[in-house]
């Protein structure tokens, strides 16, 4: 049986790399692939990051009801792609959904098993600080960001564990431990 890991965090907490690290050192894990209509942003390759999706592309999809959750943010949308995840989970992998809170509700109002992470960064101005050293937004994007960071940490308190990333190494390990205890309950349960 597969095991759903939610991970959630503001943009610029680090969750995309302490993802591909956790997923890099663990070969049960892998990460869904989303589909989003937004823009790929510098090296962004389709299939790799994301499936880039039209607008039209996307509301086929969601009338054919392929996505297990999808949502609105910064103006563009995102979504959970049921085949995906579906093939993962038959390959017998544990399976990483990087979303949004939205995102993370809708899976955990179907999978009550489903395990909702959330990276915190250090603090707000670390956050801050991180964003524009990433540099790839324009300063009013930017802002959207910060603000949109400074509600979904408020989210936080939803979430059954909070990983604060402040050495990059140890939020990994914290993770990967996390995933470990998570595991062997779910076998725990399903042998009683
Ligand atoms: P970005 O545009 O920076 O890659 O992602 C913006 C936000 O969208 C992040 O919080 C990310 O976790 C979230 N996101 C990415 N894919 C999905 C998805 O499939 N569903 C939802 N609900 N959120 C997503």
Do not use: W
Request: charged fraction near 35%; proline fraction near 3%; aromatic fraction near 10%.
């Amino acid at each position: 049986m597969s095991n759903l890991f939610v991970v959630s965090g503001p943009s610029g907490s680090g969750k995309s790399t302490i993802c591909a690290l956790a997923a890099e050192k663990d070969d049960r894990l892998r990460i869904s692939i989303s589909a989003t209509t937004r823009a790929p942003r510098g090296e962004e390759q389709n299939g790799k990051e994301y499936f880039f999706l039209s607008d039209e592309e996307f509301d086929e999809k969601l009338a054919a009801g392929e996505f297990y959750e999808h949502a609105d943010i910064f103006g563009k949308r995102y979504g959970t792609l049921r085949p995906y995840v579906d093939s993962l989970v038959a390959d017998g992998f544990d399976v990483i959904l990087e979303i949004d809170y939205q995102g993370a509700y809708q899976i955990k109002d179907q999978n009550d098993k489903a395990v909702l992470v959330f990276i915190m960064p250090p603090s707000f101005e670390e956050l801050s600080a991180r964003l524009r050293a990433r540099s790839t937004e324009t300063e009013e994007q930017l802002e959207i960001r910060l603000a949109k960071a400074e509600a979904e940490m408020k989210e936080s308190v939803n979430y059954e564990k909070i990983i604060v990333n402040d050495k990059l190494d140890d939020a990994v390990d914290e993770f990967l431990r996390y995933i470990n205890e998570k595991r062997e309950k779910a076998e725990e349960m399903r042998d009683e």
